[in-house]
């Protein structure tokens, strides 16, 4: 098995915030697989958190938990474009602090 050229990227954001976030990470040049651009995958879960005394929540109130209805978005990224296209992530997600994985995938021979 071989290193990839592609990262998967996965956040949690609220459902009124999903095309923005999609269209920040594909028009930075994710969700291409082969001929196919905007793949991606998406569920709902709940999120929870607690602000901290110092936050300013976009939603919620500083000290007290909240849950709240979030989609879980997954796509793939070029390994040259990770770092932009996290950055495109953040500045379209309307959380002060955006909950985000990156993992390296691996190339498996068919």
Do not use: N
């Not at 923005?20 to 994710?30: E, I, S």
């Not at 909240?66 to 932009?84: D, G, S």
Request: glycine share 8%.
């Amino acid at each position: 098995m071989a290193a990839s050229q592609l990262h998967k990227l996965v956040w949690f954001v609220p459902e009124d915030a999903l095309e923005a976030t999609r269209d920040a990470v594909f028009a930075a040049g994710a969700g291409r697989i082969g001929d196919y651009e905007r793949c991606s995958w998406y569920a709902a879960g709940t999120g929870t958190f607690v602000p901290r005394e110092g936050a300013d929540p976009a939603i919620g109130e500083v000290g007290r938990e909240e849950r709240l209805p979030e989609l879980r978005v997954a796509t793939v990224v070029p390994v040259e474009r990770a770092r932009e296209i996290v950055r495109a992530l953040v500045a379209a997600h309307p959380y002060e602090e955006v909950a985000y994985e990156l993992y390296p995938l691996v190339d498996v021979e068919p």
